[in-house]
């Protein structure tokens, strides 16, 4: 037996004849055609829609916070200037000045003749020939914005932790009575201000604590100094581990660093390079640090008593105030707080019109990003839980607008508004959303090309090649069949002259 008769002829094996072959090929086809809807709905996203227009209606709207002032008759001439001040400071409040009324029994605030400038309660005692009512007023109800102030949040969690440089150094503090000093000087802020916030206060001990540099070595090698370039990197956040708990909610920081004995004193300088009065910096938005320099010779009890932590946290609670964005009073009238009293109305509720305007200018912010967004990126998923944020936070919107010139108090109000940030901020900062914005659609293309061209190319190649082989047999067939229907005429012919010529015969 020769080598060709050991090898079938592939044309007679059954899956090569021409109906076979295509049978099989049209079946991957049918295959593709119905994977195709199964594809489609486990790969399209869910886009449902967003109120566009009434997110764009409400964010062109102004918020009025009223805000009721009695004026005695002795400053009647002071009105027109109050207002002017009052709305050029902060064009949401919706000042209403009442003039020449018996202002002791008005249950807003009221402007009444003293000695000499003090507030009490919702009463501001003024002297009526001095200068100045209309910028105390301006400083009370609209002062300035501090942008060290951390950015508004429902909840906070304070976080204080004691500092050792170098344990190894030896003189290292393993405890402190932080209880003692946080009832002095922390939990009066935190009560004060609980219709702001929800606080939790949590505190750690590190041993170890390493400088990203080195301190300037000032006064003959006798101490160190801390230029204000230092300051802006003394966190070591690659070393420092600050945060005790996990936990979503802002945290405000308060550090006591205590120097090892190789960095002692450590001090503060100024810009002119001159020694600093004060051991506390503040770090904007983020928390401060107290500095605490052992005394000489170090003390033998390795515990920080009440009383070594009274002027360090008697900074703490003035940082604490500055990060929550506390309003001061006008130097002329802090001498009029007692002594126990941490804040005064004036300042909370002048807090909370703050707050209220910055949330809703936030919100609207928020919103109008959110569905410009959506609007822009067409890939973009739109989840039941996105929607039902958005119209959550225009609803509190839409309440508290409605309701803020008469029967909303101004924690109702702050309420609304910190419910319509929440919301707005959750929707923006959505899981499903933000992982759109890293994947457009062209990394889609990326993904799908190589995966599908490679089956797809040859099927394609294949179906193409099978219908123009069909093709032409359907033409030789064709053209087979006239040959033979012409031969078959001849044929014809042929023999109906033959049989002619046998009869002429």
Known sequence: MDAES???????????SDPIRRYIIVSYWVLVALALPLWWTTTSIERLPLPTSEVLAQAQKKLEIPLEIC?????????????????????????????????????????????????????????????????????????????????YSPRYR????????????????????????????????TSALGILHNFTVESQVQFHAPL??????????????????DLTVFINSAEWTLSSSSSNDPVLHFVLFVPSPARRPLIILNPDGTPSSSSAFLIPQWGGIVILNLPTPPPTTLELTFRDLRTPF???????????????????????????????SWQINTLLRQRTHENVMRSHDTLRSTVTLVSQIDGMPVDEQVQSQVQGSLKALHELFAHARNNLTLTEMLVHSARALTLSSKAFFHP????????????????????????????????????????????EAARTAKKDTVADANSNAAGTTAASAIVVH
């Open 158 to 189: 304070l976080s204080f932790t004691l500092l050792n440089e170098d344990s190894s150094a030896g003189q290292v503090i393993t405890s402190w009575n932080i209880q003692q000093a946080f009832a002095q000087h922390i939990y009066p802020i």
């Open 212 to 229: 990203a540099f080195e301190p300037r070595s000032i006064s003959n090698g006798t101490a160190f100094g801390l230029t204000p370039e």
């Open 314 to 344: 008697s900074s703490f609670s003035r940082q604490l105030l500055t990060l929550l964005g506390f309003p001061r009073l006008p130097s002329s009238l802090s001498s009029s707080l007692s002594s126990s009293k941490t804040v005064s």
């Open 432 to 475: 499903g959303m933000l992982a759109m914005l890293y994947f457009p659609a062209e990394h889609k293309y990326a993904v799908y090309t190589p995966l599908f061209a490679s089956a797809m190319i040859p099927l394609l190649a294949a179906g193409l090649r099978e219908i123009a082989a069909w093709r032409k047999e359907r033409r």
């Open 71 to 151: 004026l005695d008759s002795a400053f009647s001439n002071e009105v027109s200037s109050i207002q002017d001040s009052l709305h050029h400071a902060s064009p949401y409040l919706d000042v209403q000045m009442n003039n020449g009324q018996d202002c002791s029994q008005f249950s807003g605030y009221a402007i009444l003749p003293g000695e000499r400038p003090s507030v009490e309660d919702r009463r501001l005692y003024y002297p009526p020939h001095a200068e100045n009512l209309a910028a105390t007023l301006t400083s009370l109800f609209a002062p300035k914005i501090d942008h060290r102030a951390a950015q």
């Open 6 to 16: 050991r090898f079938r002829n592939p044309s007679t094996l059954f899956f090569q």
